[in-house]
C-alpha cells in the first residue's frame, strides 16, 4: 500500500537504538493487562502490530520484562526503553511500541485488549474492546477492517 509513506525512522530515549519500520502495520493496539501497566508504568502499552521483517533494528538491545518464548521484550541496553515485542504468533509479528517513531502523532489504537483490567477513567480511542485478547479466529476480520479505516500517517 502506498498510503502508508514507509519507511519510518524510530529511536530509543537515548538514540543509541535507531529503528526503521519498512512494512505496513496489521493493527494498532492498546494492551490494559496488569503486566503491561507494570511494564510501562502506564494505564496501557500501544502497539503497532508488524510482520516480523517489517522491523529493522540497529544498536545494543537487551531482553528484559517477562522472559516467555511467545513474548520476548526488547530494550534499549542503555537507556531501558521498551522497543518492542518479538514472538507474536509463533514469530511472524513483532509489536513495536509505536512512541519510538519520529512522528508518533497519528497514531490511534483500532483494539484494546484486557479491558478487564483497565484502570478507571482510561480511555484508549480504540474502536474494538476485548475483556481479553482477541480471538485468533478474529484477527483477520480486524487487520482487514484496520487496513480500510485505521489511522495512517
Known sequence: MTDWKLPWSASCLCGR??????????????????????????????SLMLPAAGLEIEGA?????????ESVHHFCAYCKNWLCT????????????PTMLADASWIVPY????????LPGVVSGAKYSFEKFPEPHQYPELMAGFAKDGAKP
Open 61 to 69: 538491545t537487551e531482553i528484559g520484562g517477562e522472559h516467555r518464548e
Open 17 to 46: 537504538v535507531r529503528m526503521r519500520v519498512t512494512a505496513a502495520p496489521m493493527v494498532t493496539l492498546a494492551c490494559h493487562c496488569r503486566g503491561r501497566q507494570k511494564l510501562t508504568s502506564g494505564p496501557y502499552s500501544l
Open 111 to 118: 483494539i484494546e485488549s484486557y479491558v478487564s483490567e483497565k
Open 86 to 97: 518479538s514472538g507474536i504468533a509463533g514469530g511472524q509479528f513483532v509489536n513495536f511500541r
